[in-house]
């Protein structure tokens, strides 16, 4: 079992930074592929960014060059430094960890970008 929990979330002008957090509590993080996923308002859950139990990181292409994923397994934490922050990336902002057999979702923070 693993419990994530999200933070960092807030209201941001347009051109602005977050950086999202995500603590794991449970055994075995190094083990899983994390991940952030965000969800707007009317629209389908995306992945964002994924950072797997090698440190291999792939992003979707709306926000290649504008955020970074990492993680630092020796505290249980995956992040998401958000920069030059638009409209269109106002959503909830959710970690995912999983393997091949299990996942887990925290409950997310929202993140709202001001024009």
């Known amino acids: 079992q693993l419990q994530l929990v999200e933070s960092g979330g807030g209201l941001v002008q347009w051109g602005g930074s977050l950086r999202l957090s995500c603590v794991g509590s449970?055994?075995?993080?190094?083990?899983?592929?994390m991940a952030w996923y965000r969800q707007g308002a009317g629209k389908s859950r995306e992945l964002v960014a994924s950072?797997?139990?090698?440190?291999?990181?792939n992003y979707v292409d709306s926000v290649a060059g504008r955020f970074t994923i990492s993680r630092d397994n020796a505290k249980n934490m995956v992040y998401l430094q958000m920069n030059s922050l638009k409209s269109e990336d106002t959503a909830r902002y959710y970690c995912?960890?999983?393997?091949?057999?299990?996942?887990?979702w925290g409950q997310g923070t929202q993140v709202t970008v001001s024009s």
């Open positions: 449970g055994s075995n993080f190094h083990l899983y592929d």
């Open positions: 950072i797997n139990n090698r440190m291999i990181t």
């Open positions: 995912r960890a999983g393997t091949a057999r299990t996942e887990f």
